[in-house]
């Protein structure tokens, strides 16, 4: 059995309220399993956002009110659990106009009930290593704007996704051959320009500038697009389930029963010193928890799904023509995020590109968004 030390994937710089001893129940949305490439395009849809949630009790809470909630919503005492069907609508704007929803938030918000969560852009997590891979090379200097970098890379290959993925096809991606690079990063750049004539700022030209550059470089790896398996870019999702389990390693943490991650998780024993991480795997029929935490995760993954398919106007127009209900449940949804932040910024995670966190920014708290996105 393979032991995962948590301090090792931890970040060194680790903020004391990591070390709280929580108790932290999940579930996710959109768990696509895998990721490949292959002649035909992808084998999943990667426009929908990946999210491993639930909710978190501070030390010494305890769940309470559940009974009542279950009332207040109209649960049928037969359903032997709460799913997030139970209690809104899958499409994000239907959601957020449904009083079921209301009562949710409201019961965890007046329990100080905390939520986390990690949330992953798909396609952003394929293509990032590009940038990431040029980042190692001390003649590369980039390490200042590398999102920015990435940023634009991104919504340059969401103009024209299945282009692109052609192009990686081509080149066995992720599993690039040494003596290819250059031609690679020439591709690359064909690419950025055909899709992105025009700078919409500064750093569409600075990634035209480096890839540019880059592909003049002698000797030059990205050292993380060798030697992979070709067409597989996402593997699986375990590593953001051992990412909050290190993070958190003072805490519990109760999963719902996924039956890929469980198998994973079974091969390795992450461990804090001689001690090992209190994790297990349980039925959400007998965690009242976990159902909480199939509602949130439910809720999040919509939520990011929805900013990263919309432009800032579109969000704008909708935050426009949206009733006091879909007002009310996302302040309320505002209000557990920041208070969750605010208890520990390590219960809050996502990797996205900057323009959904600036989308995010505007449609969730009003914060301005540069005009690169009007």
Not at 104 to 124: A, G, K, N, P, Q
């Amino acid at each position: 059995m393979h032991i995962i030390q948590a301090d090792n994937q931890r970040n060194p710089y680790a903020n004391p309220s990591w070390d709280q001893p929580l108790r932290l129940y999940y579930d996710e949305t959109n768990n696509i399993r895998r990721l490949t490439l292959s002649e035909v395009g992808l084998n999943n849809d990667p426009n929908r956002m990946f999210a491993l949630a639930g909710i978190a009790l501070k030390p010494g809470k305890e769940i309470v009110g559940w009974d009542a909630l279950r009332k207040e919503m109209g649960i049928q005492v037969s359903a032997t659990e709460i799913k997030y069907k139970h209690v809104a609508p899958p499409e994000y704007e239907g959601a957020l106009a449904s009083e079921r929803l209301t009562s949710f938030l409201e019961w965890l918000t007046e329990s100080e009930t905390l939520i986390h969560y990690s949330v992953l852009d798909v396609l952003f997590w394929s293509v990032l290593d590009i940038i990431e891979s040029l980042m190692n090379d001390e003649r590369v200097n980039i390490n200042e704007v590398h999102m920015e970098l990435k940023n634009e890379l991104v919504f340059a290959v969401k103009v024209a996704p299945s282009a692109f993925m052609t192009l990686l096809h081509g080149f066995g991606y992720p599993n690039l051959k040494r003596a290819d690079v250059p031609a690679f990063l020439k591709c690359v750049l064909a690419f950025v320009e055909r899709r992105l004539p025009k700078n919409r700022n500064f750093a569409t030209q600075a990634l035209k500038k480096l890839l540019r550059n880059a592909a003049k470089l002698p000797r030059l790896e990205l050292i993380v697009l060798h030697d992979n398996e070709p067409g597989e870019l996402i593997g699986d999702f375990s590593t953001h389930f051992t990412h909050v389990l290190c993070m958190f390693k003072q805490a519990s943490h109760v999963l719902d029963r996924e039956t890929n991650i469980e198998r994973i998780l079974q091969r390795v024993e992450i461990r804090n010193g001689e001690r090992r991480l209190d994790y297990r795997f349980s039925d959400s029929k007998s965690e009242i928890g976990i159902q909480a935490s199939d509602v949130i995760a439910g809720l999040i993954g919509r939520h990011f799904t929805y900013v990263l398919g919309h432009s800032l106007p579109e969000l704008q127009q909708a935050l426009d023509r949206f009733s006091a209900r879909q007002h009310k449940n996302l302040s309320l949804l505002r209000g557990l995020i920041d208070a969750s932040d605010a208890y520990s910024n390590g219960l809050l995670h996502a990797v996205q590109p900057l323009d959904t966190w600036l989308k995010n920014g505007m449609f969730l708290y009003g914060r301005p968004a540069p005009d690169f996105l009007r």
